[in-house]
């Protein structure tokens, strides 16, 4: 734990600054710390910064909760990752409201190399519990990560067999991480902790809102290669989750289930919708991934060369436009962590060497 996870911390504890906001600032003054050093006229420069909060900056006096966070996680053995930090997970990295700090507790990798978010209903049937361990039992020799939220039914049966299984697998909570809810669940969690994790953008102490939950169905689905749902409703957060995953360009699979069955609706329709892939069969998902041919280490869109003689920045500039395709600059400021100012030169110079092309709103393409 460093000086540094304090100011870390601390921007994110300042009234009216999200996620998004953040990453503006540190994209324009470099770091979390030197965000609370700029003088007040630089920081309403700066997009998106208004009078309230640039004097909610400047005169914080959040720095003592902060350090209490950070000394909860000494003492709890709890990582602090900003988002600019070596360790976050590099899958969040690549979705645009991914949390810029997260708080995990547990010995296993946040960046395994295959992860499966396992979803569905906390009102889980014996078919629902079945096909959990049955896909998670089944996979075992592909030496996968378990992702799920920790929740009652379809979630606590994907963690609970792949503790049986010998697998790694993480929780991500709609709480702080010394709070476990449900609490039955806390014992469960403290095994998860030998191999996975549990993990939560929330601070210590945080206690169960309705709205974090759906809020923390976009990390599930961040941080899977490829989500499974294996018993849903109508409605709910395993269909959320199902939804962000096809927007950040994860595959989803949806177990078909008996259309008399209220729990197997949501799965149905999701297949019918063409916004799932049906599960028959373990081989369906090896085979969709194509983990038997191994090429899972490399993202499927990544087909071209860096050319050579650029710098590390022109590198990172061209990789995430290889990955992402046409991006704003400011998103390529907060994935590079080059601040706006040295940004604007290297694309200028990219493109003057007919290596990219600005496109209108502040786009930039690979030529």
């Known amino acids: 734990m460093t000086h540094a996870n304090v100011y870390e911390v601390a921007i994110g504890l300042v009234p009216g600054i999200g996620n998004q906001l953040t990453r503006q600032l540190v994209s324009y003054c470099g770091d979390p710390e030197q965000v609370f050093r700029e003088k007040k006229g630089k920081l309403l420069k700066i997009p998106g910064i208004g009078e309230n909060i640039a004097q909610s900056i400047i005169q914080s006096d959040i720095f003592s909760k902060a350090e209490k ?16 930090n070596h360790d976050y997970p590099e899958r969040l990295k690549t979705i645009s409201d991914a949390p810029t700090l997260i708080y995990y507790k547990g010995q296993g990798p946040v960046n395994f190399p295959k992860t499966v978010g396992i979803v569905g209903t906390r009102n889980a049937t014996g078919y629902g519990k079945e096909m959990t361990e049955k896909i ?37 909570m709609a709480t702080g991480v010394n709070i476990v809810y449900p609490a039955v669940h806390k014992e469960m969690a403290n095994r998860m902790q030998t191999s996975g994790g549990i993990l939560s953008e929330y601070p210590f102490d945080t206690k169960p809102e309705p709205g974090y939950f759906p809020a923390r169905n976009r990390i599930i689905a961040g941080l899977s290669d490829i989500v499974i749902v294996v018993e849903a409703s109508n409605s709910g957060g395993a269909l959320i989750t199902a939804e962000l995953a096809n927007g950040y360009n994860r595959e989803v699979m949806a177990v078909p289930g008996n259309i008399n069955n209220k729990y197997s609706v949501g799965c149905n329709n999701l297949i019918k919708s063409h916004k799932a892939q049906i599960y028959s069969k373990t081989s369906d998902i090896i085979e969709l991934m194509n983990w038997d041919l191994s090429v899972l280490t490399k993202p499927k869109n ?66």
């Not at 966070?69 to 600019?84: D, H, P, R, S, W």
């Not at 379809?154 to 929780?171: E, M, R, V």
């Not at 600059?329 to 200028?348: G, H, T």
């Open 69 to 84: 966070q950070v000394e909860m996680a000494i003492k709890t053995g709890t990582k602090i990752l900003f988002y600019t």
């Open 136 to 172: 998670i039992s089944e996979l075992k020799s592909q030496n996968i990560q378990i992702i799920s939220g920790l929740a009652y039914g379809i979630d606590s049966y994907a963690h609970k067999s792949a503790l049986d299984n010998g697998l790694s697998t993480i929780g991500v």
């Open 302 to 367: 990544k087909t071209r060369e860096i050319p050579e003689g650029l710098t590390n920045d022109e590198k990172k500039i061209f990789e995430l436009l290889i990955s992402n395709g046409e991006t704003h600059i400011d998103e390529l400021c907060w994935k590079s962590q080059i601040p706006v100012s040295k940004m604007a030169s290297l694309l200028l110079n990219l493109e003057f060497n007919n290596q990219i092309k600005s496109l209108p709103g502040k786009k930039y393409k690979l030529v």
